[in-house]
């Protein structure tokens, strides 16, 4: 158990539709991170935030957008789905997003988009 | 373009024997670099790392060695143990302040089979 949760652990919707994941970081991490993970594909990644900001872009599309709340959980939002959406969601958290401190991933979220 | 690669989506070892799995790069920029092991229904979690200032680094069972002229490094297990069958992520990132974020630059990973 890495010390972070993701909620939904499924999440099957229909296209043009609009969901929200839920990550809760390790207790004392500051920095969320959240990757994609499509069919025979590796982690892309999507977006950081740092202690309620947002610190890095990744490859992540307009209809997505995320938040890291004053509890520092974050979440991410989904919007007018596509087939091509149907992955799985990681999400993963560090003490301060320094590349030689740790992330430790949740056990994602799977979205299928029908 | 895949920053990151890694060319074989599957390796099989006998229980055992030295599992080596191979990564590329090839982002200059790139100078830690980091392994992952992924279990179905799991995330990934972290295995060893390796600054470019090292050529190597060790944890028990666990080698990393990276050539920064061929701009490759390997992950050598031995010896390989059933419960090493996972999938293994090659991960990269770049820590020089101006490079912006910190984020992690993964391979496609690769799928070890150990037969006892």
């Known amino acids: 158990d890495s010390g972070v949760t993701q909620t939904p652990k499924h999440l099957i919707t229909a296209t043009g539709q609009r969901v929200t994941l839920r990550c809760s970081p390790r207790?004392?991490?500051?920095?969320v991170y959240w990757y994609q993970q499509s069919l025979d594909q590796g982690l892309q990644f999507l977006i950081q935030?740092?202690?309620?900001?947002?610190?890095a872009k990744g490859n992540i599309l307009e209809r997505f957008s995320a938040q890291q709340f004053p509890d520092l959980h974050s979440e991410l939002n989904l919007s007018s789905l596509e087939l091509g959406d149907s992955a799985l969601y990681f999400c993963?958290?560090?003490?301060?997003?320094?590349?030689?401190?740790?992330?430790?991933f949740g056990p994602g979220t799977r979205l299928t988009v029908l | 373009d895949q920053q990151v690669k890694q060319n074989s989506p599957s390796l099989s070892v006998q229980e055992g024997r030295i599992s080596i799995l191979n990564c590329d790069y090839t982002?200059?920029?790139?100078?830690?670099f980091l392994w992952y092991k992924k279990y179905p229904a799991e995330g990934p979690t972290f295995l060893i790392s390796i600054s470019s200032i090292k050529d190597k680094n060790e944890d028990g069972r666990f080698t990393v060695f990276l050539n920064k002229s061929a701009k490759h490094l390997s992950l050598h297990i031995v010896p390989s143990q059933p419960g090493d069958s996972a999938v293994y992520f090659c991960a990269a990132s770049s820590t020089y302040s101006g490079a912006g974020s910190y984020q992690l630059t993964f391979g496609k990973g690769t799928k070890l089979s150990v037969i006892p």
């Open positions: 935030y740092y202690n309620g900001e947002e610190r």
């Open positions: 993963a958290s560090s003490v301060d997003g320094r590349p030689n401190n740790e992330q430790f």
């Open positions: 207790s004392g991490d500051l920095s």
């Open positions: 982002n200059s920029m790139f100078d830690y």
